[in-house]
């Protein structure tokens, strides 16, 4: 009898057990799919704004909702419910129209409508040149070498920094008049020289938009291996922990 009882105790403990995990997951599930959703940057594109190794948490609620708010983007229904419009400048991420899955960070620097061109390195939007202001270099810290770097403001008042790797005559400094479709927007890096964006591979569709990122939760610089726990105190940039991005 005392065995059947312990039996059916631990029985009982294994399924309370199984049900908090379950209900801990579909909880987490919730949450990314409605609220917030962490994402990390692998890539330097929007260096000086997002380092590598930034952890950052991403608001799923203020555009709406799409396909590609759901786990693994599962079609349940098409364009965006509750939709919300993005403001200019805002850092953004979004599905790559090229393949639809795959996560992308920029700033959203064109509006439907919006005819977008770079001149010498100068950003132009609607035929107005953004107002580009330099400031002190930006020191790589890896290599420790001065890149020239502005505060842009973009028309509605996002003032945000951007760095310039190859000076004013690079590749994408000079480019064609790009018109942005309706429902469609165009994406830049903050590292203008150093970034595959809307300048290379097109437009974004309005469905294809994740969220804004709203703050930095945890920040790395790499430089400790995952077991070299006594390292990880000293590979933490503190002073990115909880920063706002702009």
Sequence with gaps: MTDTLLKSKNAGGVVETVKTIVYAVVIALIVRTVAYEPFNIPSGSMIPTLLIGDYLFVSKFSYGYSRYSLPFGIPLFSGRILAHQPHRGDVVVFKWPKDNSTDYIKRLI???GDRIQMKDGVLYINDAPVKRERIEDYIDPETQRPVPQYI?????GVRHHIIEEQGDGGPLDNTS????????????????DNSADSRVWGFVPAENLVGPAQFIFFSTNGLAHWWEVWEWPFTIRYDR???GIH
């Design 110 to 112: 064109g509006l439907p």
């Design 152 to 156: 842009e403001t973009l028309p509605g």
């Design 177 to 192: 008049v790009f018109q942005v479709p309706p429902n469609e927007y165009f994406m830049m890096g903050d590292n203008r």
């Design 241 to 243: 922990l909880f920063e």
